[in-house]
């Protein structure tokens, strides 16, 4: 897993603590990592960036799988 350079985070935005926070950069983790995983060629390498802009807080999880298949996209 690679944290991509530039990543920060001050604080947490009202209304969201630490625990829910933890859990919800979590649960992309291991969605990027159950990826990689099926992924059988190729670079499994996993990036998170983290950031605050503003009162709004950026979690860019981003993984070589296969992707989220079209029909589920909009969901």
Same mark, same amino acid.
């Given at each position: 897993?690679?944290?991509?350079?530039? #990543? *920060?985070?001050? *604080?947490?935005? &009202? =209304?969201?603590?630490? +625990?829910?926070?933890?859990?919800?950069? =979590?649960?992309?983790?291991?969605?990027?990592?159950?990826? #990689?995983?099926? +992924?059988?060629? =190729?670079?499994? +390498?996993? &990036?998170?960036?983290? #950031?605050?802009?503003?009162?709004?807080?950026?979690?860019?999880?981003?993984? *070589? =799988?296969?992707?989220?298949? &079209?029909?589920?996209?909009?969901?």
């Amino acid at each position: 897993m690679v944290i991509v350079p530039g #990543s *920060q985070l001050h *604080q947490l935005p &009202e =209304g969201l603590d630490s +625990t829910e926070f933890a859990a919800i950069v =979590g649960n992309l983790l291991d969605n990027a990592f159950e990826a #990689s995983l099926r +992924t059988q060629e =190729g670079d499994n +390498t996993i &990036e998170l960036f983290l #950031s605050d802009e503003g009162d709004e807080v950026v979690i860019e999880v981003a993984d *070589q =799988g296969c992707g989220v298949p &079209e029909a589920l996209r909009e969901k």
